[in-house]
């Protein structure tokens, strides 16, 4: 499975963005689809997850404000990004497991800046 994560840019404190992200390959081994980020010097974090059957959960931060879906027909999951805050400031990355093993995919990070 290949990841192509895109959308990343530079938006202004309460703006929004939107991060997309494409998946190839062999997509029928695809289970959940999450979108995680990364600070210099921390750990990447889970930001928003959805399972193939379309349950989501939020790092709660960011409940109220980013909008996680997934298209399984086309093979895409995107962030809907709202209210930014200077401390979204990352690099995300989109991430998928397998449904058969306990493989992890990642795409390339695409970074975020909020920034006045």
């Known amino acids: 499975v290949q990841l192509q994560a895109s959308g990343g840019g530079l938006a202004q404190p309460g703006g929004s963005l939107r991060l997309a992200c494409v998946a190839s390959?062999?997509?029928?081994?695809?289970?959940?689809l999450a979108w995680y980020r990364q600070v210099p010097e921390n750990e990447r974090e889970p930001v928003a997850t959805?399972?193939?059957?379309?349950?989501?959960s939020y790092k709660d931060s960011v409940k109220g404000r980013f909008i996680i879906s997934r298209d399984n027909a086309k093979n895409t999951v995107d962030l809907q990004m709202n209210s930014l805050r200077p401390e979204d400031t990352a690099v995300y990355y989109c991430?998928?497991?397998?449904?058969?093993?306990?493989?992890?995919?990642w795409g390339q990070g695409t970074l975020v800046t909020v920034s006045s």
């Open positions: 991430y998928a497991n397998s449904r058969t093993s306990t493989v992890s995919y």
């Open positions: 390959g062999n997509i029928f081994d695809i289970n959940t």
């Open positions: 959805i399972t193939r059957g379309g349950f989501t």
